[in-house]
């Protein structure tokens, strides 16, 4: 009888880390989602899934490997994952988010992330959204928001410090998420509507605004070299590439109507197979 593979062997083998997103299917209660600042639209459910499809087409176009969670019926608001986990080379941060009827949408993606990393968890009384945790290098900016409270900032950074991880909280005004307000989309470098946040929280990064008639325009998803980006934006869209930023266009506008953008709808990780 040949002998398993010691552990370290089956290292050996792996290749080089590859690039996973977890996304979830699109909840058929989505029209119940959670409002803050947008008038309730009747969202088109077979259009948003065919949107959300190409989404997850442009992320394999990316390099990602896309791993599809089925839809929760019961949870409207269950295709945004972004705010259900911060996903780090080391481990994963199961969120506590702060609207309540979202709460129950972590078990799965806590389910689904254990196959890859070691978890911790925000707990009561702390709240925590990943549309919130903007991450530039070893620096996590966490907005304070409606969302994400000062427990949950400090919670996470609690968390994280062990892993050289700075966490800054950064205030949020008129806006859901901090990621609402400003992305990267480049190496250092950072696209903002400074309506929303205070610029100089960043430091020394290059900034570029949102086109004035755009408020929305500031979510971006960088994936390596290019940017998925939402087509309603061509204002902004021009300013990215006058500088050399590769935009990877989706139309993203059933989502919006649940004010939803582009980076809530996955949650990007390198992995190893
Ligand atoms: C909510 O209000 O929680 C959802 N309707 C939208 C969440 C969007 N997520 C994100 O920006 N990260």
């Not at 993606?109 to 009561?124: D, P, T, V």
């Not at 509507?193 to 900034?207: S, T």
């Not at 004035?212 to 971006?220: L, R, V």
């Not at 939402?230 to 935009?247: C, D, Q």
Request: glycine residues 6%; charged residues 25%; aromatic residues 6%.
């Amino acid at each position: 009888m040949v002998p398993p593979d010691p552990p370290q062997r089956r290292e050996e083998r792996k290749g080089p880390p590859k690039l996973l997103a977890m996304t979830r299917e699109i909840s058929s209660s989505i029209g119940d989602c959670e409002l803050t600042y947008q008038e309730r639209r009747p969202i088109d459910l077979a259009l948003a899934k065919s949107q959300h499809l190409r989404y997850e087409q442009a992320l394999e176009e990316l390099g990602c490997t896309v791993e599809r969670l089925p839809a929760a019926p019961e949870l409207p608001d269950s295709v945004f994952v972004e705010d259900t986990a911060i996903v780090l080379d080391e481990l994963a941060v199961i969120t506590r988010p702060g609207a309540e009827s979202r709460r129950p949408e972590t078990e799965p993606i806590a389910a689904a992330l254990r196959a890859y990393r070691h978890l911790e968890f925000i707990r009561a009384p702390g709240t925590l959204d990943g549309g919130d945790v903007l991450r530039v290098n070893k620096q996590l900016f966490v907005g304070l928001s409606f969302r994400t409270n000062a427990d949950g900032i400090e919670q996470l950074r609690r968390i994280l410090q062990p892993f050289g991880y700075g966490v800054a909280a950064v205030p949020v005004r008129g806006c859901l998420h901090l990621k609402s307000a400003v992305t990267e989309v480049d190496r250092d470098t950072l696209l903002i509507n400074r309506e929303w946040i205070d610029a100089d929280a960043f430091g020394r990064v290059r900034l570029i605004d949102v086109d004035p008639a755009e408020p929305m325009a500031a979510n971006a998803l960088l994936i390596e070299q290019a940017v998925i980006y939402s087509s309603a934006f061509p204002r902004t869209r021009k300013r990215l590439e006058n500088v050399g930023i590769v935009v990877h266009p989706v139309d993203a506008s059933e989502l919006a109507k649940a004010e939803g953008g582009v980076t809530c709808c996955s949650l990007v990780f390198h992995f190893s197979s």
